[in-house]
T-cell receptor, first 115, second 113 residues
C-alpha cells in the first residue's frame, strides 16, 4: 500500500510570494492533518480535514489555509510568505480522525525555504 | 492547554547500552499517547499508541509504557540503526481539539558502535 505522498519535496520562494503544497493520503484514509516543523518550535499542528471539512485549526495566522478534495487529497496554501515560514511542512493521514486506533501516518514533508 | 515535555533533549549511548526516554504530559483527558521515530530529512514514522495507564507495547528493541502523567520508551541493547529523534505526542479526548496531536520537541538518540 502506498504511503502518504507530498509534492513538491523542496521549494524555494521569496518574501511576499504565495505557495501551495499538495498531499495525497494513504488509500482509504479520509482524515488529513498538516503540521509545521521547525528546529525551535518542533512539530506544530496547522489544521485537520475530514470529508472536505476543516474540523480543527491550530494557532496560525490566516495566511495559512487549506482545503480537501472529494478524493481526500489535500492542499495547503501560505500567502504573503515571511522568512519565519521556512520550515518542513508535514502531512499526515488516518482512517478517521478521533477514534481509538486511528493513528496518523506521515508523509516525507515539503521543505520550504523563504528568502 | 495540552503540553508535552520530553527528556533528555539528547542522549548518546554505546551499542548494547540500554536506557529510557521520558515523555511527561498534561492533557485534558487522554485519548491516546503516540510515539514516533524521525530520521533526518524524513517524516515521522509511527511506532506505538498507548491508551490507558499501565499499558505496555513492544516492538523489537523498543518498549513503551504509560502512567497517568508520563510515558517511557525503553530501548534494550540498542544498535546504531536505532539512532534517530524520538517524538511523543498526545491526543486529548475533550472538546473540539481531539482531532490534533500535540508533540513534544523530541529526544535525539545517538547510538555509537
Amino acid at each position: 500500500k502506498a504511503g502518504v505522498t507530498q509534492t513538491p519535496r523542496y521549494l524555494i520562494k521569496t518574501r511576499g510570494q504565495q505557495v501551495t503544497l499538495s498531499c495525497s493520503p494513504i488509500s482509504g484514509h479520509r482524515s488529513v492533518s498538516w503540521y509545521q516543523q521547525t528546529p525551535g518550535q518542533g512539530l506544530q499542528f496547522l489544521f485537520e480535514y475530514f470529508s472536505e471539512t476543516q474540523r480543527n485549526k491550530g494557532n496560525f495566522p490566516g495566511r495559512f489555509s487549506g482545503r480537501q478534495f472529494s478524493n481526500s487529497r489535500s492542499e495547503m496554501n501560505v500567502s504573503t510568505l515571511e522568512l519565519g515560514d521556512s520550515a518542513l511542512y508535514l502531512c499526515a493521514s488516518s482512517l478517521e480522525g478521533p477514534s481509538r486506533g486511528n493513528e496518523q501516518f506521515f508523509g516525507p514533508g515539503t521543505r520550504l525555504t523563504v528568502l | 492547554e495540552d503540553q508535552v515535555t520530553q527528556s533528555p533533549e539528547a542522549l548518546r549511548l554505546q551499542e548494547g547500552e540500554s536506557s529510557s526516554l521520558n515523555c511527561s504530559y498534561t492533557v485534558s483527558g487522554l485519548r491516546g499517547l503516540f510515539w514516533y521515530r524521525q530520521d533526518p530529512g524524513k517524516g515521522p514514522e509511527f511506532l506505538f499508541t498507548l491508551y490507558s495507564a499501565g499499558e505496555e507495547k513492544e516492538k523489537e528493541r523498543l518498549k513503551a509504557t504509560l502512567t497517568k502523567k508520563e510515558s517511557f520508551l525503553h530501548i534494550t541493547a540498542p544498535k546504531p540503526e536505532d539512532s534517530a529523534t524520538y517524538l511523543c505526542a498526545v491526543r486529548p479526548s475533550s472538546g473540539g481539539s481531539n482531532y490534533k496531536l500535540t508533540f513534544g520537541k523530541g529526544t535525539l538518540l545517538t547510538v555509537n558502535p
